[in-house]
Structures are given as C-alpha cells and as structure tokens.
C-alpha cells in the first residue's frame, strides 16, 4: 500500500488528521556559529582584533609604536597615528605597501582600504 494512501486511512479512521514528520532540525555548531557570529556582528570584530595583533609585525616596531589601529568597519581599516609628520609618511608613501601586506595577510574581503587620522 501507498505511504501516503495509508496515512489518509488511518487519519480518517482515527477522526483527526496525522502529525506531518517535522523535518530533521540537528544542525551542527559549524554550520551554525558563523551565521551566528555574523547576525550578532562578530566576525568582523574577530577580524579586528586579529589585525591589531598582527599590526606591528605588518608595519614594524617604529610605525607601530607611534600609531595604533581603531578599528575595522565595512573593510575600511582606520589607524590613529600620534604625529602629523608620520601621517603624511604613512599616507602618500607607505600606505599602498601597507595596504598589500594586510590583503595578503587577511584577504581583500577583510580589508579594503586604510584611513589614517591624527590624534
């Protein structure tokens, strides 16, 4: 007999129609924590502190000591940097190189762009 030709006799002979099988809602934690994280805005704070950590290897100790980065947003990476001289520095000389390493390093999804401010 059918599968389905036999639930409708038994749902008629019992009066009441049969429970539909609910499907299988067992997802495992690697499936579900990165839609997780993304929903709750954790990935790209993950990101943010791995770019910290890794900022005075990227630039060296001198560059690293007098800035520092802020934060990750929407791919734009914003640094403070403490002197206007070393702004100018990293903004016209060393930020396409900078730049490179942290794509190479992160991806180009993870970091687009590097906006330096003073302060």
Do not use: C
């Amino acid at each position: 007999m059918n599968a389905a030709l036999r639930a409708a006799v038994i749902a008629e002979w019992r009066g009441l129609p049969q429970k539909k099988a609910r499907p299988d809602r067992f997802h495992t934690t690697g499936e579900l924590l990165p839609k997780i994280m993304q929903r709750l805005g954790l990935r790209e704070r993950l990101h943010e502190t791995e770019v910290i950590d890794a900022w005075s290897k990227i630039v060296g100790e001198f560059i690293a000591a007098h800035s520092a980065p802020v934060a990750l947003r929407d791919g734009i990476l914003y640094v403070r940097v403490l002197q206007p001289a070393l702004h100018y520095e990293l903004e016209q000389i060393s930020k396409i190189d900078i730049l490179r390493k942290l794509k190479k390093r992160f991806g180009t999804k993870t970091i687009r762009d590097i906006r330096f401010r003073v302060g």
